[in-house]
C-alpha cells in the first residue's frame, strides 16, 4: 500500500513502544499482523479497510479498536490538506504553517481584510458576540448549527476533523453558554468560549469563508447604494465594512439615512462627517472616515453650477 501519512499532520509514537519485529503483512483490522498476537508494532505507513492508520515504528490502530471506515490506503482530506478521518485512535499533532499558517486574501481585498480582521476579531472557535449570536472566524454569523456544521473544523489536540454531529454538540454548548444579561449587556470576551469546545478553524477556511460574505455583502449593497459599482474604491470598502456590521439594508440606514443621502450624491466628505456616529469602537469608526476622506480626494464632489439669474 502507498504510504498514506497525510500533509498537515505530524504522528507522535506515543511512549514505550515497541521496537519493530520481523516481516509483516497488512492486516484486515488496519495495522499490520505479527507472528505474536499481542503485538501491533510494523515497519511502514499503511492504512487499514475500516480507517485506522498505521505509522513509523507504532500503530495508532489498538486490536479491538472502531475506526472510522475508509477505503484501504486512502485519507480523506480537506482543501487545506488537513486529513478528515484517520480512525478513533488520535495521535497527538504539530501544526504545518503550510496548512495552518496566515491565509493571504486576493487582490483588491487587503485593506478591507486587515480592517475587518482588526474590528471583528479573527476567532477559530465558536463564541458568542455582543448580542450572544454564534459567531466564528471574522464575524461569520452562524444562524443553526447546520450553518455550523457546513464548515470544517478540526479537533484542536488530534486535528482530526469533526464529523457534522460533533460539530453541531459544539454549537450547542457554545449557545448554551450565553452569560446574564444583566451581568455582561455587552457579552462576553469571544477568549471566554475557547474552551467550551475544542474545535478550530484553520485561517485558510475562515479566510475562505470571510471572502464568501463579504462577496455576498457586496453583492446586495447596489440595491441600497445604486452607484456602488463606480463609487471610488475606498468608499466601496467603507460601505462594505459598514454593511459587515449593520447588513446592506442597515448601511442604507445608517446616521439616519444620511450616509446614503451623501453617498448617492457623491459627497464622500459628508460620508466621512457619518461615521462620528455609528455603531463599533472608536478605532473602526476612525477607520471608516479615513476611507471616505481618501474616496473625497479622489473624487472631489463637483461644485453645482451657479443659478442663472432671471432677468
Known sequence: MANSR?????????????????????????????????????????????????????????????????????????????????????????????????????????????????????????????KNLVTVGIGTYLKTDADAAALTFYHRKTLLAATAAEIKTAYAAVAAAAPDKEKFPHGKKASAYETTTDLDMTPTDIGTRWLVDVKAFQALLPSYFTGFASYPADARQALTDIAYQYGASGASKADKGALKKAADAGDWSAAADCTDDLEGSDDRNAARKSLFQAAAKAAPLKPKAAAVPKK
Open 6 to 130: 497525510p500533509p498537515g499532520v505530524t504522528t507522535t509514537p506515543p511512549a514505550g513502544g515497541s521496537a519493530p519485529g520481523p516481516a509483516r503483512t497488512q492486516g484486515p483490522l488496519g495495522y499490520n499482523d505479527h507472528p505474536d498476537p499481542n503485538v501491533t508494532t510494523h515497519l511502514g505507513d499503511t492504512q487499514g479497510p475500516v480507517g485506522r492508520l498505521d505509522a513509523g515504528d507504532h500503530t495508532l490502530a489498538k486490536p479491538g479498536a472502531k475506526g472510522i471506515a475508509g477505503a484501504p490506503g486512502t485519507v480523506a482530506a480537506s482543501a487545506s490538506g488537513v486529513p478528515l478521518a484517520l480512525g478513533s485512535d488520535k495521535p497527538a499533532a504539530t501544526k504545518d504553517p503550510k496548512v495552518w499558517g496566515d491565509w493571504t486574501p486576493p487582490a483588491g481585498y487587503e485593506t478591507l481584510y486587515k480592517l475587518l480582521k482588526q474590528n471583528e476579531g479573527n476567532i477559530p472557535y465558536m463564541y458568542l458576540d455582543s
